[in-house]
């Protein structure tokens, strides 16, 4: 063979292809064996400054919760004050610890303020003694009551400590949680301590390597392990701080001290891991290695054997036939109509791919804009996206119960031929305009234009005519802010767009919303009203709670309440509902054992529908707890008919017990078991319902109606009235007269 051929130069050329890949290949296992256990440890040490920033910040901010609590006037009241009548500043100190606790980023699973005085607690349970709360509630072989007093003398302002497992009196485990103490710096004498969830704040900062995780304190303590079978064996003064990490033990030990809380961090790497790691690589290296020059030297041969043969065929077709050979004119036609055959091909083939492309960069760019719109990170220039300021328009469609009433492949076909008719339409105004469907019921357009918002107002009303032509179906929201919007701040604009149809009055048409209208102040029910529709569901009235119902619909339409206020006050009322079907011992599963009322309030699009889920569920609901308080129990009636005829007197348990010749603790167990409300919770709201009539019809005193209805201490009756109604007497005096004067005549 010619060492000029074709054959011979292409494989030539190939070898030498492979033999500078074979040469990169071999730099850089080399390079990659020198460096990859210094990358394994610099990873390592990342891993654990996340961790260490992590728990640093999250300490920080619970500790920051709990200076708060110090300055809580409730706390500070209830530091100075008699606590067994501080009643209304221990329940508002609770629900301050709940709103706390509530906070889900802090992992807190309780909050316990600590007095030494008299050993008093509160946390998020409500009041307690000490000794009860660490023998009852939070149980600890490490963490008992003797501990917790000892830290009143303890010399330090916060301090985190090892953590522990928790308990409960019937051996129901709480969890592995961190005590974390805050001392007040005026008063030794109280103590606020923060439980917080190990494990919950382990799962969330770890960045899952392959080590093991340790807490320390400052003088070498185990606070935090990650694996309890593994105890952390280096000494404390082996953490030399001039380095990052040591060798010891066949283990790696990363460590890094806090700059907040003065805690150390440590991860423990075992050596056979990183061993293996490199290992592992250097066989893949190998192996990759001598398959590439397998298939390399391989394909070489077969690539330049393929491609030489056509070519060589061509040679000795030329020089079969040569220039001057007359081939048969037929044969040449044909010749000719295979190649003008197969160009067009090609040519039809890449218009096809090029129509593709186009179509599939559409879908990008649509894409591109709804990643955007939900403020999802792309890196840049990843999708298309024209970047022109325009105008941004959103479209809800409300359905009415007809369309819910269509299959499902109905009704997204009229989406897909709305959002398409909408498209269209403004498409002829603006030709870049982008429309997308964002939602299953939500349509968005984008206007590239430089021009004025008269122009996009004009074209959205004409969508007004069009779309209340199919109002029995559905009613069309839209939100539009005139003006123009910069890429930058698409996200904000369609959040904006958002809180904007959120704001849509339930009217049966289509609405063009142009701004964040503000919402009513008042919706609902006043406190007074809470009670008569409580009232009037215990007592099973149908027809008053129906009217009291339609007055407070027709109020919010009247002042043009929005849909999201419509809906918060459909849950209220469904919520107070269960809540009296539950004190009534109805069965409220035979209640909700269709439709979820909940599902109901997500489908009401209008006010009338508002009025049917109401009419048929209170009406349901008044009717079981009627026919509950039907059936007669003797020594209820006793009871109930006791409380009623003698409420103005000095009525007790005891007392009505006597009667019965009962003890008072059975009836008090039976009352509770059977009517839902223990003796003074019901005798408290006769009296005060009482109290309620006398304040409405007469102009008595105070004291005189406390009176009347069986309270002896004014100051009493008055924070009773206030729990149970949420108002003083005055003020639901005061509210009976405005709303009486506003009745017709």
């Known amino acids: ?52 920033d992590r728990y640093e910040n999250h300490i920080q901010s619970v500790q920051l919760s709990l200076v708060g609590l110090f300055f809580n006037n409730h706390l500070n009241y209830l530091f100075d004050a008699d606590r067994s009548v501080a009643n209304d500043a221990v329940n508002q100190l609770v629900k301050r610890i709940r709103e706390i606790r509530e906070n889900d980023m802090l992992f807190l699973h309780d909050i316990i303020v600590q007095f030494k005085p008299d050993s008093f607690v509160v946390h998020q349970g409500g009041p307690d003694r000490l000794e009860a709360l660490y023998a009852n509630t939070y149980r600890s072989s490490r963490y008992g009551a003797d501990f917790w007093r000892e830290q009143f003398d303890a010399g330090f302002k916060l301090r985190l400590y090892p953590q522990a497992a928790f308990a409960n009196s019937q051996q129901m485990p709480q969890g592995d949680l961190f005590p974390l103490l805050l001392k007040s710096t005026t008063d030794e004498n109280m103590v606020i301590a923060a439980l917080l969830d190990a494990e ?236 997308l469907q964002t939602e299953k019921h939500q349509v968005l357009s984008l206007l590239f234009t430089d021009g004025e918002a008269k122009g996009v107002l004009e074209a959205l009303d004409r969508f007004k005519a069009v779309f209340d032509r199919d109002k029995q179906y559905g009613y069309l929201t839209v939100a539009f802010k005139p003006e123009l919007v910069q890429p930058a701040r698409i996200t904000e604009t369609y959040e904006e767009a958002l809180d904007m149809v959120g704001r849509r009055r339930l009217l049966t048409e289509t609405q063009l919303l142009t701004s964040l209208v503000p919402e009513p102040l008042y919706v609902g029910f006043s406190p007074a009203q809470e009670q008569e529709l409580y009232a009037n569901l215990q007592a099973g009235r149908t027809e008053h709670v129906g009217s009291l119902i339609d007055r407070a619909l027709r109020r919010m339409e009247k002042d ?128 005060i319902g009482k109290a309620k009539e006398l304040l409405a019809t007469s102009s008595a005193p105070i004291r005189d109606v406390a009176t009347r209805v069986g309270y002896v201490n004014v100051t009493s009756f008055i924070r009773m009235f206030k729990k149970v109604t949420g108002v003083t007497p005055s003020d639901y005096r005061r509210a009976e007269a405005g709303m009486n004067a506003e009745k017709p005549g």
Request: with cysteine; glycine share 4%.
């Open 1 to 52: 063979m010619r060492t000029n051929s074709l054959f011979i130069k292409l494989l030539s050329g190939f070898i030498a292809v492979i033999v500078l890949l074979l040469s990169f290949n071999l730099v850089s296992y080399s390079f990659f064996y020198r460096n990859i256990r210094d990358e394994i440890t610099t990873s390592s040490k990342q891993n654990l400054s996340h961790i260490a």
């Open 560 to 687: 043009g309440a929005t849909e999201e206020q419509f809906r918060a006050f459909a849950k209220d009322i469904v919520a107070k509902t269960v809540k009296a079907m539950v004190a009534a011992s109805v069965d409220i599963d035979s209640v909700l054992d269709r439709l979820s009322p909940y599902q109901e309030i997500k489908l009401c699009a209008s006010a009338d529908e508002y009025r049917r889920l109401f009419e048929r569920f209170l009406a349901e609901a008044a009717s079981r707890i009627a026919e509950r308080k039907e059936k007669k129990d003797p020594v209820v009636e006793f009871v109930l008919d006791s409380i009623h005829s003698k409420y103005h007197e000095e009525l007790s348990l005891e007392r009505v017990a006597s009667g019965l010749g009962l003890t008072p603790s059975y009836v008090s167990r039976y009352v509770k078991e059977k009517t839902g409300s223990n003796f003074s919770d019901y005798l408290n709201e006769v009296r």
């Open 200 to 435: 919950s704040m382990f799962r969330t900062f770890d960045s899952r390597t392959a080590g093991y995780f340790y807490m320390l304190d400052e003088s070498g303590r185990i606070l935090f392990g990650s694996d309890p079978s593994r105890p952390f064996a280096l000494s404390a003064d082996r953490l030399d701080p001039a380095r990052d990490y040591v060798k010891a033990d066949h283990n790696y030990y990363f460590f890094r001290k806090g700059d907040v809380t003065g805690l150390t961090y440590a991860l423990v790497i075992p050596n056979e891991k990183i061993a293996s790691q490199i290992s592992r690589i250097n066989v893949v290296l190998l192996v990759l290695l001598a398959l590439a020059l397998v298939v390399s030297a391989a394909l070489s041969v077969l690539v330049s054997i393929r491609f030489y043969t056509p070519i060589q065929n061509i040679i000795e077709t030329i020089q079969r036939h040569g220039p001057q050979a007359q081939l048969p004119a037929s044969k040449r036609i044909d010749e000719l109509r295979f190649i003008d055959a197969n160009v067009k091909q090609f040519l039809q083939t890449n218009l096809d791919i090029s129509r593709d492309l186009r179509n599939q960069q559409s879908h990008l760019a649509h894409l591109g804009y709804i990643r955007k719109l939900k403020n999802i990170y792309t890196r840049p220039n990843e999708l298309p996206t024209a970047e022109k300021p325009f105008y941004l328009v959103l479209f809800q469609l409300s359905m009415t119960g007809r369309f819910r009433g269509l299959p499902a492949a109905e009704q997204e076909r009229a989406m897909f031929f709305i959002k398409e008719f909408i498209g269209i339409s403004l498409s002829e105004k603006y030709p870049e305009s982008v429309t």
